[in-house]
DNA sequence: AACACAATCAACCGCAAGAAC
DNA sequence: TGTTCTTGCGGTTGATTGTGT
């Protein structure tokens, strides 16, 4: 059985939204807001548009405080971060972003951060070429066997392979020792009391994950998954076999990682791991809490601990 | 100047989940 | 309790703009 559609496609207008269009959907819910009601918006409105057409240009363009422009590189750490922690989960980490949308931070991730980090400096296993690059986030090698692995488990592998073959380039595929640098056991997962402050977060999907980040007053940033009803806490039980938590080598690892991270992302020219943080302006990269649990790159949550799968199947198979 | 290709971003689409009935 | 409606989300598309040849 099919769904209903929310509108009637014949009837209803598409395509860029005029001045005018704007203009009566900007006053009327100024004045009245939206009624809890965004498919009767546009009839009471006598706007020919979809009622998600008019969310969606409300909430991206018309909303107050909606900052458009360039992204910081505080903003570009904020996302880097949390992408790599939590995947593509943009309405969250937009959320971190005051301002800004999801979608403009999923076209930001996707046009150029994306292509910074992944693109940037990575020598390739085999042919380094775009095309086969494209091919491993696909999921699927050239014997067409592996199995296929989502985009963003794909994606975040990559980087932290990418991350880790710069770092020590001598750590080849099938290193095990090498393998989870970025991965620490959280031994602490304290569920966030406090919830982004923005107005937009009010979904039930949001609210699945708690999410404070520090990082603009240089502290640790802390990510935390929890199941909904904000009560359950996350194991923390060791995960696969072979997955074993780095122990001495994760801290300076990350340290380093954060300072790779940097030079992909601004070609700042950081060599050492001490002098990485405090450049760029205060921006902490995967900071961690100087004699406390370092940050986890790969905290465990359902979806990350599946990625952990992931990964191992990938390394382990190889 | 003209064309091809790439990059960008606003808008659309379909799905999942919760609310309402 | 089951069904329908609405919202919110992430992925994708396509028009526009920029850049290279």
């Known amino acids: 059985m ?24 900007k006053a009327y819910i100024e004045e009245r807001g939206t009624g809890n009601n965004w498919i009767a918006l546009p009839h009471k409105i006598g706007l020919k548009r979809c009622g998600k057409s008019c969310r969606l240009r409300w909430l991206n363009y018309l909303r107050p ?41 999923k076209n ?8 910074r980090l992944l693109g940037g400096r990575r020598k390739d296993r085999g042919a380094g070429t775009q095309q086969h690059r494209q091919g491993e986030l696909d999921g699927a090698n050239n014997d067409g066997e592996q199995q296929p692995l989502s985009a963003s488990a794909m994606e975040r592998i990559q980087l932290c392979m990418q991350l880790q ?17 970025l991965w620490q056991p959280s031994s602490h997962h304290q569920v966030a ?10 979904s039930s999907r949001s609210s ?10 240089g502290q640790s940033s802390s990510l935390n998954g929890q199941h909904l009803g904000g009560q359950q806490q996350m194991e923390t039980a060791a995960p696969a076999d072979g997955l074993a938590s780095p122990s001495s080598a994760g801290n300076s690892n990350i ?3 954060e300072a790779e991270l940097q030079e992909l992302l601004y070609s700042a020219t950081t060599t050492t791991t001490d002098s990485v943080v405090t450049q760029q302006g205060g921006v902490d990269w995967w900071s961690y809490d100087q004699g406390k649990s370092p940050v986890n790159c790969w905290d465990f949550t359902p979806e990350t601990s599946s990625v952990l799968q992931d990964y191992a199947a990938v390394v382990y198979d190889m």
Not at 4 to 23: I, Q
Not at 85 to 104: E, Y
């Open 193 to 202: 009391a406090t919830h982004s402050n923005n107005s937009n977060s009010n």
């Open 255 to 257: 340290v380093t990682i």
């Open 208 to 217: 699945s994950f708690d999410v404070t980040v520090a990082a603009e007053q």
């Open 65 to 105: 405080n909606i900052k458009h422009g360039d992204f910081t590189p505080e903003e570009d750490s904020t996302i880097c971060k949390l992408y790599i922690s939590i995947g593509s989960r943009w309405s969250i980490i937009a959320a971190q972003l005051p301002g800004r949308t999801d979608n403009d931070v």
């Open 165 to 181: 073959e710069m770092q020590n380039p001598l750590s080849s595929i099938g290193n095990h020792n090498n393998s989870l640098h």
């Open 108 to 115: 930001y991730w996707n046009t150029k951060l994306k292509k």
């Open 2 to 25: 099919g769904r209903a559609p929310c509108c009637d496609k014949a009837t209803v207008k598409r395509g860029p939204w005029s001045p005018e269009e704007d203009a009566m959907l």
